[in-house]
């Protein structure tokens, strides 16, 4: 086996023990044993457990980012676009599974910090600039772009990652639910949402 193909073998052997095991229940021991070869081997290649998760870090964050940046970044009608950024994720999560599960495993959207919460930030500010133009298309304020942006994506984020473990409904169904619930608030936009409203009873 040439360098490059140990390389690859480590790494995919390395990627199914991370998804089962995260990082901390993961040693070099298994990654050795279960592609064959002694721990020199593996840090060799490596350096140590370390190198192998971040080059396999890498290597998802670079996949799920260029399928939603590229999503996003085809012109169409907003609707559209919430509907590619949403199959996107989903068609990630279908075809990589683990790799899914490792970016989420030690970082799940809903924490402020990790591998998977930063990538969730870059999609959020590329969504920020889509929202901030349809706003002032619609005469509203662009400068709730951000929060806005924050919210649509996290929406999508923890939805995925609920369907990654029930696998249900379709994908078709979650993405068409997605833009449902997404783009029915997106065009019903309050101008001021802070403003009393006539028929809440709670605040006289």
Known sequence: ????????????????LFAERGFDGTSVEEIAARADVSKPVVYEHFGGKEGVYAVIV?????????????????????RQLVERAARALLDY????PDGFRILVRDSPVAQASGTFSSLIGDVANQVEHLLAHQ???RGLDPVSAPIYSQMLVGMVA????????VR????DEVAAHLVNLAWNGLSNFERDPMAPDDNDTTTR
Do not use: N, Y
């Open 1 to 16: 086996m040439s360098a490059r193909d140990r390389r690859e073998q480590l790494l995919q052997v390395a990627r199914a």
């Open 58 to 78: 890498d290597r998802e964050v670079e996949a799920l980012l260029g399928a939603l940046s590229g999503a996003l970044a085809e012109r169409g009608h907003p």
């Open 93 to 96: 999560i279908e075809s990589s």
């Open 135 to 137: 706003f002032v298309k």
């Open 158 to 165: 923890l939805t995925g990652q609920h369907w990654a473990e």
């Open 168 to 171: 249900e409904p379709s994908k």
